[in-house]
Nanobody, 121 residues
């Protein structure tokens, strides 16, 4: 599975962005997909994840109520809708895929290249 994240950019606090994670590979629809982020000087952290069917989602406490993850298996794409963005959301965002669900970085077999999100105050 090859992943490509896109949709990042510069936005003011309170604004919105939608990230996309496009995948290649016939088995993508059977993978759990997670979004992670890494701010300068910090460790990569779990943001949100979605099961292969889309029926199960999970979020970090810091983004609950503001971010929404979804997927369209027909398009081999997972989305992360980010609303009410805060300066502390500034980071490089990565999507990753794994046969099983989880929040640990080390669990994931496949990673996209990352997309920069910058939120100005």
């Amino acid at each position: 599975v090859q992943l490509q994240a896109s949709g990042g950019g510069l936005v003011q606090a309170g604004g919105s962005l939608r990230l996309s994670c496009a995948a290649s590979g016939r088995t993508f629809s059977s993978y759990f997909v997670g979004w992670f982020r890494q701010a300068p000087g910090k460790e990569r952290e779990f943001v949100s994840g979605i099961s292969w069917s889309g029926g199960s989602t999970s979020y970090a406490d810091s983004v609950k109520g503001r971010f929404t993850i979804s997927r369209d298996n027909a398009k081999n794409t997972v989305y992360l809708q980010m609303n009410s963005l805060k300066p502390e959301d500034t980071a490089v965002y990565y999507c990753a895929a794994n046969p099983k669900s989880g929040i640990r970085v080390g669990l994931y077999d496949y990673w996209g290249q990352g997309t920069q999100v910058t939120v100005s105050s």
